[in-house]
Structures are given as structure tokens and as C-alpha cells.
């Protein structure tokens, strides 16, 4: 690619190339390649069961054959509806080999978000989880879809008869309370009686998807955001590249082992961690659940400790739970070599305590589900990376600032506008939704460029930092104050654990707005809504300064770690309606 700002000024990682080699094939062929060279190496870590990649290989190859056997063809849609467990590589790859498109589904949906999702992307298969709720809620959610199969995929399976009874786990493993045997097939089933052969099965890795993530994107309105098998290998090999550390912590291929804390249904821990791993013939531990634990996330602290895992994708929250963490000086986390963050804003106080505790080099970088999802990088090292900062573009990726009006006109440097970014790893569209589509992309200098909806500027280095949402912005007398650098100050403040912020209609004039804050005090902590303004007083400007102040016990957030502004905003207006 041509040199770009972010390349010459003195900041760009001197070993990572700016353009790379990318292979034309599907994505399982990486999953092939691994097994081939390094079979013996642990992939997935369980509950003290490991799967070497041979065994990962040979189980998606059955399910891949099951698929075919069931009709599946190329270009079916094929829905996981699965935490973190040991089943989901094979799964995964295994709808990759039969030709189908994954189509993965957060396991915290209800019944209702489920069918919509399904339906909208008309899967006609889908792998549950074997649990009390999650089964009977599948069942309930594929009436009126194109569902014809229902897999069922049990925890049993990955538990010795010896450990589960070593271990007093024989009444603690999840099982749903009833089938329906009409549609259910069980995994153990398909493990057992399927022949390791995939169908032969010929993918154009640039033209096919591979995978269909649903976001709200900049609207709110669900949408499946296509990647393709090429957009995926690209951003593998691009966060490959680009993760190369310093010694003595260099990363060592088929010697590390991922944190698999972030959920893989979700592009950030689906693509940089559970894909990825495979890439470098890694392991990963899988973490259903990483707030699991008495206290909150001592599960995931443990898990770090025992299995001396290395690298960490994160976001923000989580974070924060491991640096306030009543054990974090108990439990040896010394491991961590690279620490990465993404998905919500890091405010860098945050980045600075869970080091202080941690030990391991923690790093903003910044993506979207459109973009598979990697798109900028803060170089790995405490000497180049820029504390509030996304930091810049990848290798051969470029990232433009544009006017929030149109997203046609293209900004100056430093000053805030739409962040729009091109490259291999951009999606190829909603699925069924042209208009959407259409509506999220502009040209440049004959490149395709998707518009993000974050609101950033890029400074003299061609490192860039996000303001905020666009659709977030508090429009406040006429100015605009960014939620994103409210929070970052609230932040800073000794007794405040987590902080979100949003804008409020004023009542006696609609179209003007006001600053609200939510904050969650550190365990112990005390404080009154005026001490807090008054702090913030000294710190922002009037029109960015908070003007109420709520102490809550929680804040609403994804399962990602993002904080839900629209429900702050939401529930403070039906509290008006009152």
C-alpha cells in the first residue's frame, strides 16, 4: 500500500510490514494446515480436558459429513447458539468445511431475539447448548424459521465418567429437561457415528461468506454484517503481523496460550481469539462465563493462574473487574505477556491500575463487526503506544475522517468527523439489506470505504482517537459533548469503579440537552452525587460537565462489556413519563 501518515511518523512498528500476503483459499484450510503441521498441539482447554488439533480437525470433518448428510449445501445457513465450550471450534469449522455460512448467536437472546435472528438470516440448523434453559428456549425460538435440525451439545462429553465422579460433578452437569426427538440430533451422536470426510467442496474465499454477525451498527436495528472467508484470513494475519511484542515477552508460535474470556459469537473473541489461536497452533482456555466465581471473575483469575495463560482480549469492563479484584494480589497472573482491549472505550486510569496489578502490556485497539473486526492497533509496547488512543491503522488498511452530514467530504487532519476505513477486512454487506448496504459505504480514490459511526479525529502521527458514537453525541446549547471523554474523566476520580454518561432532553426546551452521569463506586467507597460535580467542576468544561449525578449499584451493559447508553437514556424517560 502507499505510505501513509501513520507510517512516517516514528511510531509504526519497525518490524511490521505495511502490506501483506494473503492466501486465497477457504478459512478452514487454516484449521488443515495446523492439524497437519502441529496435530499434537492442545487446542481447546476445558475443565481439564484438552482437544489436540488433530481431534478439532477430525470432529468438524464429522460434522461437516453430518451437514451434508442432512441436505446442508453451499450457502446454507447453520446457526451456533453455544457459550465458550470445546464444542464450538469443531462446530465451526465443521459448517465451514460442509459449505454452509455460521451464523452466530448470542447465548444470552431470548427466545423472541433468537427467532428474529434466525429468521432474518433463514438458518435452516442450529447447535444448542444441553442446559435447562438454553434448550427449551431453542426449541421455543425455532417455530415459524426455517429450522429442520436442532443439535444438541451436552458438557458430558468433555467430562471423564472418573473426573465427574472425582470431582461431584455428575449432578452439576446442565441438562435439559426434556427433547424434542423430531428435530434434536445430539453431538455425542454425530462424534460417534459420522466418518472424519468433509465434503469436497470448492470456495472462493473472496466472493463467499463465511460468517454473518449481527450488530445494531450505526442505526440500532439488527443487521447481519457478511464476512467473507477472505475478510476473515486478512484480519488473522493482519492481528498476526501485528502482534509482534518486545523480548523478552516475544510471542513463541504453538507456545502460547489464549484467554478465551470474551464470548465467540462476537467478532472481537471469535476472530482474535478463537481463530486466531489457530493461526500460531496456540491453545485457548475455554471461559463460558468470565464473571463467573465467588467473588465476580475469580473463575477467569484462576484459570489465568492455572493454565499460565498469556495473552488476553478483554474490553473494558472486564478490565476493571480484574484490577479492583478482592484477589488479584492472591492469584499469580504473571503469565500475561500481551494484554489486548476493544469493543468499548479504555479510559486510561483503567489502563494504568489493572497494569500496576497485572503485570502484562495492555493496548487499545479498535474495530467493528463490519470489519471482522480489527481495523486499528496501538503498537504493543509501553513505549510507542499512545494512552487514549485507538491507535492507528493496520497493515493495508486505510482510515479516513469525513463529515458527519454526508460522509463524502473528506476532513482535514485533527479535526473531529465520521471515521470511515477501506481494507481486506471490511465486510461485504448486510445480508438481504442493499439499502443498508449502500447506505454505509463511500469512495475515495477509487476504494470502497465503510462509514463507522464513531465520531474521531487523527493527530500528527497518524494515531487516531475516538470522540464518540455519532449517534451519542449531547448536543448541549449548541456544542457537542462526547460521552466517551466525560466517562475517561469520571474515570479518574479514586473512588468511581465504572461510569456512564448520556444526554437528557432539558424540559423546558427538548431540543436542548443536558449531561447526566451513572457511576458505580469502588467496594467501600462513599460519595454524594453533588461531591462528584463538584470534582468534575475543576476538570470539564460547563456545557460537558455533569449536571445530575446518579450512584447506582450496576450498570446495564452488553455481554461485551459495552455500556447500554440507550437503556440509561430509555428508562430515564419513562421515569419522566411517571
Known amino acids: 500500500m502507499e505510505e501513509m501518515l501513520w507510517h512516517k511518523g516514528g511510531k509504526w512498528p519497525e518490524k511490521v510490514r505495511k502490506s501483506l500476503d494473503y492466501p486465497e483459499e477457504p478459512l478452514f484450510a487454516m484449521l488443515d494446515r495446523t492439524a497437519d503441521q502441529y496435530g499434537d498441539k492442545i487446542y481447546t482447554i476445558w475443565a481439564g480436558n484438552k482437544q489436540t488439533y488433530a481431534q478439532v480437525r477430525e470432529s468438524a470433518d464429522k460434522v461437516a459429513n453430518f451437514l451434508a448428510s442432512k441436505g446442508i449445501r453451499k450457502g446454507d445457513r447453520v446457526g451456533i447458539f453455544l457459550p465458550n465450550l470445546p464444542h464450538y471450534p469443531p462446530v465451526f469449522f465443521g459448517i465451514l ?5 455460521a451464523v452466530t448467536c448470542n447465548p444470552s437472546y431470548t427466545a423472541r431475539e433468537l427467532n428474529f435472528q434466525l429468521k432474518d438470516s433463514g438458518v435452516v440448523a442450529v447447535f444448542c447448548f444441553d442446559h435447562p434453559k438454553y434448550t427449551p428456549l431453542t426449541y421455543e425460538a425455532v417455530k415459524g424459521t426455517d429450522v429442520k435440525t436442532v443439535v444438541v451439545c451436552s458438557v458430558a462429553e468433555f467430562v471423564s465418567k472418573m473426573k465427574a465422579v472425582i470431582g461431584g460433578l455428575l449432578g452439576k452437569i446442565p441438562k435439559s429437561p426434556s427433547y424434542d426427538l423430531d428435530i434434536t440430533v445430539f453431538y455425542k451422536d454425530i462424534i460417534a457415528n459420522y466418518e472424519p470426510k468433509a465434503p469436497e467442496m470448492l470456495i472462493s474465499s473472496k466472493e463467499d461468506t463465511a460468517l454473518i454477525l449481527y450488530t445494531g451498527g450505526t442505526t440500532g436495528t439488527p443487521k447481519g454484517a457478511e464476512l467473507t472467508h477472505s475478510n476473515l484470513i486478512s484480519n488473522v494475519e493482519q492481528m498476526h503481523e501485528w502482534a509482534q511484542l518486545e523480548p523478552p515477552n516475544n510471542l513463541i508460535e504453538g507456545e502460547e496460550v489464549y484467554v478465551g474470556a470474551l464470548p465467540w ?32 471473575m475469580t473463575d477467569l483469575l484462576v484459570e489465568i493462574e ?62 467493528l463487526t463490519e470489519t471482522s473486526p480489527l481495523t486499528h492497533g496501538n503498537p504493543p509496547s509501553r513505549v510507542t503506544r499512545k494512552f487514549g488512543s485507538i491507535g492507528m491503522p493496520i497493515s493495508d488498511t486505510y482510515a479516513k475522517i469525513v463529515d458527519t452530514e454526508t460522509g463524502s467530504r473528506e476532513l482535514p487532519q485533527g479535526e473531529d468527523g465520521e471515521i470511515a476505513i477501506s481494507g481486506p477486512q471490511v465486510m461485504k454487506g448486510y445480508y438481504n439489506k442493499p439499502e443498508e448496504t ?6 475515495f480514490d477509487g476504494r470502497r470505504y465503510f462509514l463507522t459511526g464513531d465520531i474521531g479525529h487523527m493527530d500528527e502521527e497518524g494515531f487516531f482517537a475516538i470522540s464518540d458514537r455519532k449517534k451519542d453525541m449531547i448536543n448541549v446549547g449548541g456544542l457537542k459533548a462526547y460521552p466517551r471523554e466525560v466517562e475517561d474523566t469520571l474515570y479518574e476520580h479514586p473512588k468511581i469503579h465504572m461510569a456512564g454518561v448520556i444526554g437528557l432532553p432539558r424540559e423546558d426546551d427538548p431540543t436542548n440537552e443536558y449531561v447526566k452521569a451513572y457511576v458505580v463506586l469502588k467496594d467501600g467507597e462513599t460519595a454524594s452525587p453533588e461531591e462528584i460535580i463538584e470534582w468534575a467542576r475543576e476538570r470539564l468544561a460547563g456545557y460537558k460537565r455533569p449536571r445530575e449525578v446518579a450512584i447506582v449499584d450496576s450498570l446495564p451493559m452488553t455481554s461485551v462489556g459495552k455500556i447500554l447508553r440507550r437503556q440509561l437514556r430509555e428508562e430515564e424517560l419513562k421515569k419522566r413519563e411517571q
Open 265 to 296: 459469537y462476537h467478532s472481537y473473541g471469535l476472530t482474535l481469539t478463537m481463530i486466531t489461536c489457530v493461526r500460531q497452533a496456540n491453545s485457548v482456555i475455554c471461559i463460558p462465563d468470565p464473571r463467573a466465581g465467588k467473588p465476580l
Open 97 to 101: 468445511k460442509a459449505g454452509g455460512i
Open 306 to 367: 492455572k493454565n499460565k495463560g498469556t495473552i488476553l482480549h478483554c474490553v473494558p469492563a472486564l478490565y476493571a473487574g480484574i484490577a479492583n479484584h478482592s484477589k488479584v494480589k492472591e492469584i499469580d497472573l504473571s503469565s500475561l505477556k500481551v494484554c489486548a482491549s476493544g469493543a468499548a472505550p479504555l479510559a486510561p486510569e483503567l489502563a494504568k491500575l489493572f497494569e500496576a496489578v497485572a503485570g502484562g502490556t495492555l493496548f487499545e485497539g479498535y474495530g
Open 438 to 443: 449502500a447506505a454505509v459505504f463511500r469512495e
